[in-house]
């Protein structure tokens, strides 16, 4: 069974609409997704902080110190992994998790990063011309693994 679908009941195009409202609020019109540019906008208009955590056995998470709003994320892990980590870390704060996440509240997530490192109306016009996924999956600074499961969902294979 694939790994998305025990979260049905998850709201995905809410988590995905919410995803394309960033992308437009903050100005990408290309990709790779300019994660920083992404970051500055959540800064100015969430004051939401980032910072590099000492995690051993995480990727990321999101946290409040001094009532600020703040995405911890390992340094230790591959540039590719780190994106999808802090993406779907910006998914629960706007999505307003709490930190104890439940299954639907990480598929949301999960389906917010997928859609803002991956937005469909690019794929759309991306995969006909690239089907390549390993190929198309460096276009978008995103795994090979999470492209696919990300087409799937979509639909477009
Ligand atoms: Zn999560």
Redesign the pocket.
């Given at each position: 069974m694939r790994k998305s679908e025990p979260h049905l009941r998850a709201n995905v195009g809410g988590a995905r609409n919410i995803a394309r409202k960033l992308l437009k609020d903050a100005q990408i019109t290309e990709v790779p997704v300019n994660l920083r540019k992404v970051l500055d906008y959540l800064k100015t208009r969430h004051d939401l902080e980032i910072w590099r955590f000492p995690f051993k056995e995480m990727d990321g998470m999101l946290v409040t110190i001094d009532g600020q709003p703040t995405i911890g994320f390992n340094p230790d892990t591959s540039w590719v992994r780190r994106r999808f980590t802090i993406a779907?870390e910006i998914g629960?704060f706007l999505m307003g998790h709490t930190c104890n996440?439940n299954e639907n509240a990480?598929a949301e997530?999960g389906q917010f990063a997928a859609e803002l490192l991956m937005p469909l109306a690019f794929l759309k016009v991306d995969f006909p011309n690239e089907p390549d996924l390993e190929k198309l999956s460096y276009r978008y600074i995103v795994s090979k693994e999470a492209l696919t499961w990300h087409l799937m969902d979509c639909r477009l294979i």
């Open positions: 779907h629960h996440s990480e997530a």
